[in-house]
Nanobody, 123 residues
């Protein structure tokens, strides 16, 4: 069993930066790939970024590539999302997720989710 607790987020002006954190409980954190998704009002949850269990591999959605960076610290059981050059269209509730198999792009493949954190970018 893995519990994910998110922190960070908030309100920022366009062009600003925010850092999200997702702390996991349980000794099996390092066996999971970790990802961030986001969900805007009236829209489906969409993939943002994923990092492999050993941090050797990362993948980003085209919409955030070059602006967001996903990282993890297995010693601290924590995954991060550094968000730079934020745009109003980045406004959404952000969720971290853990999965062990299947496509990272599909939210249905995830075993555990964080509680979500609001990110609002003003123009």
């Amino acid at each position: 069993q893995v519990q994910l607790v998110q922190s960070g987020g908030g309100l920022v002006q366009a062009g600003g930066s925010l850092r999200l954190s997702c702390a996991a409980s349980g000794r099996t954190f390092s066996s999971y790939s970790m990802a961030w998704f986001r969900q805007a009002p009236g829209k489906e949850r969409e993939f943002v970024a994923v990092i492999s269990w050993n941090a050797y591999s990362t993948t980003y959605a085209d919409s955030v590539k070059g602006r967001f960076t996903i990282s993890r610290d297995n010693a601290k059981n924590t995954v991060y999302l550094q968000m730079n050059s934020l745009k109003p269209e980045d406004t959404a509730v952000y969720y971290c997720g853990a999965f062990s198999r299947g496509s990272a792009w599909s939210a249905g493949n995830y075993d555990y989710w964080g509680q979500g954190t609001q990110v609002t970018v003003s123009s």
